[in-house]
T-cell receptor, first 112, second 115 residues
């Protein structure tokens, strides 16, 4: 996970927006991904963005991509307690391999 | 669909003991992976298998061996467990679309404690 950087924790109040940030290194990544890990479970793909897009919206989720700065963000609107989880940014592996490479994960804590 | 199934879910080993973590997927994926997850370290790749009959080392392979028994099954073996191998282990498989989009599917994890 050294090539993908994320902050480790984010705490928000229920109903607020959450923004989780990530920086990546492989400028040739065709897709960038967000995975969600709920307590006691494995990771699940949450959303992804194609590299020629700046933004993708999917219901409460908005993904922003700044290719120049290699910066990816995930915004969750109207954050709910059920959104409490660890969120992982992911890109392709070194040298453009297909192997998913994950960041360290950001623990999102939603409090009432 | 069961997806990716790992066994066991929990295991306690004494230092020096050996064990095999089992993983099977029913999605007909070629690629399979073993990761370990440690607090603050994220997911680190131990071994992967691009297809049946092939395996390769990942970022942290020392102390582990793997077997890709067939297309469905990919096992991880600890020959002589050490406390540093206390971790949560995840098996995953993946599929890549024609457009190059890769989606990984994960098992529920095995929580291993080595005492």
């Amino acid at each position: 996970g050294e090539d993908v950087e994320q902050s480790l924790f984010l705490s928000v109040r229920e109903g607020d927006s959450s923004v989780i940030n990530c920086t990546y290194t492989d400028s040739s990544s065709t897709y960038l991904y967000w995975y969600k890990q709920e307590p006691g479970a494995g990771l699940q793909l949450l959303t992804y963005i194609f590299s020629n897009m700046d933004m993708k919206q999917d219901q409460r989720l908005t993904v922003l991509l700044n290719k120049k700065d290699k910066h990816l963000s995930l915004r969750i609107a109207d954050t709910q307690t059920g959104d409490s989880a660890i969120y992982f940014c992911a890109e392709r592996g070194p040298g453009g391999s297909y192997i998913p490479t994950f960041g360290r994960g950001t623990s999102l804590i939603v409090h009432p | 669909n069961a997806g990716v199934t790992q066994t066991p879910k929990f295991q306690v080993l004494k230092t020096g003991q050996s064990m095999t973590l089992q993983c099977a997927q029913d999605m007909n994926h070629n690629s399979m992976y073993w990761y370990r997850q440690d607090p603050g370290m994220g997911l680190r790749l131990i071994y992967y298998s691009a297809s049946e009959g092939t395996t390769d080392k990942g970022e942290v392979p020392n102390g582990y061996n793997v077997s890709r028994l067939n297309k469905r099954e990919f096992s991880l073996r600890l020959e002589s467990a050490a406390p540093s191998q206390t971790s949560v282990y995840f098996c995953a498989s993946s599929t890549t679309s024609n457009e190059g989009r890769t989606e990984a599917f994960f098992g529920q994890g095995t929580r291993l404690t080595v005492v």
